[in-house]
């Protein structure tokens, strides 16, 4: 099938929109959710088109830590072998908090998956949830003690991570949200809350993109390849710039504007579904 013209239009809007939203915690599947019910189709692009543009914005992760990342994996590999180091010790341990924080979305999300790709995008579910979580991002960022760095970062901690991850299954959500508040909550600073929330993301988020994306082989659903493989490109440029700004303000700058924007965000759409404007699923 070839796409139309207006379909590309549409394809790389959305990826714009994967590549603003998806480290900011204000949950990029929310704004995909929503911005496609606005585009001239009117069509929700999907769980599928959502997982898959979200390996473009992993791969920016995978570029701008590169370093941290080949570290990590590297160190974690050897503890395997006669060659393991005693100064490897932080990175190994590294590895397994990501290992383990990746469990919970990982086990979540297959048992569930159905209700995910269905029934929980009602932009119901959507609009309640911006808000309860701005809420909550907000009373973490006010009362959280901002004192502990990534280097404190215990087990416990980690799967707790892992569960704060796994609650953005749920568009409305964010991942990075869901993470940074659980972080703050426990006494982490902002900038270890968000680079281990970027970290702890990218097993879970590029296996599910990848299993959407052989699942959507031979049935892409509204969107066709193209235009999805062109969204996955400029979510990933896109993308890359906004985690460089984000990490240079985050740990000097309040959350309380994304709050204040998740909290307009949710009763806005609130009042578009009561008015009849949008359909709810």
């Known amino acids: 099938m070839i796409a139309s013209s207006e379909q590309w239009l549409e394809a790389a809007i959305l ?20 911005v496609g019910a606005f585009l001239p189709s009117g069509q929700d692009p999907g769980a599928a088109f959502t997982a898959i543009t979200q390996i473009g914005t992993e791969a920016a992760v995978l ?15 050897r503890s395997f072998t006669k060659h393991k180091r005693p100064e490897d010790a932080e990175d190994v341990r590294m590895g397994w908090l990501v290992i383990i924080g990746t469990l919970p979305i990982s086990i979540l999300g297959l048992t569930f998956k159905d209700a995910i790709e269905t029934s929980l995008r009602n932009l119901y579910i959507t609009a309640t949830m911006l808000i309860l ?8 960022d006010k009362w959280g003690a901002r004192r502990r760095p990534l280097s404190e970062l215990t087990w416990r901690d980690g799967i707790i991570y892992g569960f704060a991850q796994a609650m953005a299954l749920i568009p ?10 659980a972080g703050l909550i426990m006494g982490y600073t902002r900038e270890a809350a968000a680079r281990y929330s970027f970290l702890l993301a990218i097993p879970a988020v590029l296996a599910s993109g990848f299993y959407q994306l052989a699942k959507s082989w ?25 985690i460089v700004i984000f990490l240079r303000i985050v740990s000097t700058r309040s959350y309380f504007p994304f709050v204040a924007y998740r ?10 579904l009561l008015g009849g404007v949008i359909p709810p699923q």
């Open 172 to 181: 409305g959500v964010s991942r990075s949200g869901g993470t940074i508040s």
């Open 15 to 34: 990826g714009l929109v994967q590549g603003l939203t998806e480290f900011l915690p204000i949950s990029s599947s929310a704004h995909l959710r929503i």
């Open 133 to 140: 979580f701005a809420i909550v991002l907000g009373l973490a």
């Open 263 to 272: 909290i307009v965000a949710g009763l806005g759409l609130l009042a578009l």
């Open 63 to 77: 570029l701008y830590f590169w370093k941290d990342i080949w570290r990590i994996a590297f160190a974690w590999l």
């Open 218 to 242: 031979n049935d892409w659903g509204p969107i066709g390849p193209g235009p999805t493989a062109l969204a996955t490109v400029i979510a990933f440029v896109v993308g890359y710039w906004v």
